[in-house]
């Protein structure tokens, strides 16, 4: 089976398409290379973008939820009452890095 990526004008194999429910047939429009190329590229003109929405007060505090109960598995609440019990002093927490590059300098375009 071949399918046309509307992305490089090429007919290839269906193996190449990542798999898409909501498409009629099952198969997202463009290959899977062009999808990488794209993503990278989306991720790379957007990084900004990325870490902003990533460190929206709501989406940080879900991600400390998520993290709280894949890690340790408790809640924000019992976490929070931990917290209180050990007078503030934070034993499960360890501070996050920021995502910016390595050496804290931005990513480059
Ligand atoms: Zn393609």
């Excluded at 900004?48 to 894949?70: G, T, V």
Aim: aromatic content about 8%; proline content about 3%; charged content about 50%.
């Amino acid at each position: 089976m071949y399918k046309f990526c509307k992305k490089c004008d090429s007919i290839r194999s269906i193996d190449d398409f990542n798999k898409d429910k909501s498409k009629i047939d099952g198969l997202r429009d463009i290959c899977k290379e062009c999808r990488n190329s794209l993503r990278r590229a989306n991720r790379k003109n957007n990084i900004h973008k990325f870490i902003e929405y990533e460190n929206r007060p709501e989406n940080r505090a879900k991600q400390r939820a998520d993290r709280l109960k894949r890690e340790y598995d408790i809640s924000v609440e019992e976490y929070d009452k931990l917290f209180e019990k050990q007078k503030g002093v934070c034993k499960v927490e360890r501070p996050r890095s920021v995502k910016t590059g390595r050496d804290g300098r931005r990513v480059p375009k």
